[in-house]
Nanobody, 123 residues
Framework: VQLVESGGGLVQAGSSLRLSCVAS????????MAWFRQCPGKGREFAAGINWTGASTYYEDSVKGRFTISRDDAKNTMYLQMHSLKPEDTAVYFC?????????????????WGQGTQVTVSS
């Protein structure tokens, strides 16, 4: 499956953004999918995930209550709705997929990655 992210940008603190991850060559309903983010000089960190059945979602503690992960099977797209953005949310956000995966935070489980989209939050 190929993944393409979009929706990043430069926003002020307190703003909202919605990231999209469009899949091709596979259906999102067969993949556990997640958003990871990477700050300069740091490794990729798990932000949110949705398991392959779509029944369970998971969030890193710092984004709980502010970010919502979802998917639209008809559009073969996964989303990350981000509210109340903070400067510390600034990162490149990557979409990842794990065939029939649980979408937990183990980065080694994800075989498919997008190219990333930059999110910059100014104070």
């Amino acid at each position: 499956v190929q993944l393409v992210e979009s929706g990043g940008g430069l926003v002020q603190a307190g703003s909202s953004l919605r990231l999209s991850c469009v899949a091709s060559g596979g259906t999102v309903s067969r993949y556990g999918m997640a958003w990871f983010r990477q700050c300069p000089g740091k490794g990729r960190e798990f932000a949110a995930g949705i398991n392959w059945t779509g029944a369970s979602t998971y969030y890193e503690d710092s984004v709980k209550g502010r970010f919502t992960i979802s998917r639209d099977d008809a559009k073969n797209t996964m989303y990350l709705q981000m509210h109340s953005l903070k400067p510390e949310d600034t990162a490149v956000y990557f979409c990842a997929a794990d065939y029939m995966g649980s979408a937990l935070g183990d980065i080694s489980r994800y075989d498919h990655w997008g190219q990333g989209t930059q999110v910059t939050v100014s104070s």
